[in-house]
């Protein structure tokens, strides 16, 4: 996000200098290597270190030094009990207030919890006699479609009290917006809490789904054309309708179990919050038990191939991946793994190093396979060659946890095919029978 938000800004002509305390990821982008895959990342980031409006430091004083506006874009993990940490952010702040000659706008880009503009407010007061003001700007920025959220996004929302703070980053963010998409204004704790609410909502939709799909196993109901029937009402749309093993990623796991969280320290019980994580752990292990039930509970010694690690397409990003939980599993009942993911494989090697075998393109995963598992719906998985990958496995089986095949084209190759909320084909429920 860091890095996105500042190339972007520089993209549009602004001077912009990055910090970061990973000497080795700043050593790699001074020379113009992106340590992240993020489509347009890299040719945007080239073409701007070549025009001198981006550099990079290890040194916090380069960038107060050198920038009017101070963007924090720093990791909020979650703590053991789900709310976000803010050891980083307030950290940064007290660093600030010590450092400050003049006067700054401080922008929380990350995304934190109600109240922390307060708090970095008050950090820094009480370190500094300095003018300065702190501004919530939380990003909506998709993985995979990151710099092209942020050149051209649905709206921006800027939290603040300040009406010089509010002309400084409405003037910032001018260009973006050319197009007409709106600068939301408003005061920093609706701005806090939007973030949350966004990535909460669209997470429940999720797990809707995904109960839905469960519902329709049971009345042999396809989830498919329940989403198409629901998503051309124009109250409802057509996005984050799609069954699968559950969210993952960097954003809606924690953003929701941080909005339960700050619903517990307001004595607010969020039912349906708290029941869209529990549905989103569950949905994991149904697909699990789905794969478990076939083999009839024994899995030692079998071979599967999975495709897919990151959580979604067009990223590396293993964090709360399904991927991640199922080769636990798998590797607690004894089965060997290989696996094939374009982006995400050396991420997932640093965890499991040599105990799942990685392969350099789908079709290796196969040999003498008992199943194959589809986890990320990448591109490339969408149209194999069937018959290829009969004639290689052991038993011509998938289970798609992402529903990307039509239910009767694996099993007109003759694959047993386990999807999510579909029944079988009508001629592969004959050929049962």
Known sequence: MGLVSGTCFAEMGNQVTCVDIDEKKVAMLRNGEVPIFEPGLAKLLESNIAKGRINFSTDLQDGLDNGDVIFLALPTPPDEDGSADLK?????????????????????????????????????????????????????????????????????????????????MGELYGPFVKQGNPIYFMNTRSSELTKYASNSYLATRISFMN????????????????????????????????????????????????????????????????????????QRERFFKSILDHFEGDLKGKKFGM???????????????????????????????????????PNVKEIYGEDIKFNKEPYACLPDADALIVVTEWTEFRTPDFDKMKA??????????????????????????????????????HNMS
Not at 399 to 415: L, Q
């Open 88 to 168: 980083y952010v307030l950290g940064v702040a007290g660093q600030i207030g010590e450092r400050l000659t003049e006067y700054k706008v401080i922008v929380n880009k990350s995304t934190v919890p109600v109240g922390t503009a307060d708090k970095v407010r008050a950090i820094i007061s009480a370190k500094t006699n300095v003018e300065f003001d702190v501004v919530s700007n939380p990003e909506f920025l998709r993985e995979g479609a990151a710099v092209s959220d942020f050149l051209k996004p649905d709206r921006v929302v800027i939290g603040t009290e300040s009406q010089k703070a509010r002309d400084i």
């Open 211 to 282: 109960e839905m799909a469960n519902i329709c196993d049971k009345v042999g109901a396809s989830v498919d054309e329940v989403r198409l029937g629901m998503g051309s009402d124009s109250r409802i749309g057509k996005r984050f309708l799609f069954a699968g093993v559950g969210y993952g990623g960097s954003c809606f796991p924690k953003d929701v179990l941080a909005l339960c969280s700050t619903s517990k320290e307001y004595e607010y019980d969020f039912k349906i919050l708290n029941s869209v994580v529990e549905v989103n752990q569950i």
């Open 392 to 429: 290689s496995m052991k038993n011509p089986i998938i289970f798609d946890g992402r529903n990307i095949y039509d239910v009767g084209v694996p099993e007109s190759h003759g694959f047993d095919y386990y999807s999510i909320g579909r029944p079988q084909s009508v001629e592969a429920t």
């Open 307 to 345: 495709w897919g690690l990151a959580f979604k397409p067009n990223t590396d990003d293993i964090r709360e991946a399904p991927a991640v939980y199922l080769i636990k599993k798998f590797l607690e009942h004894g089965a060997e793994l290989s696996v094939y993911d374009q982006e995400a494989m």
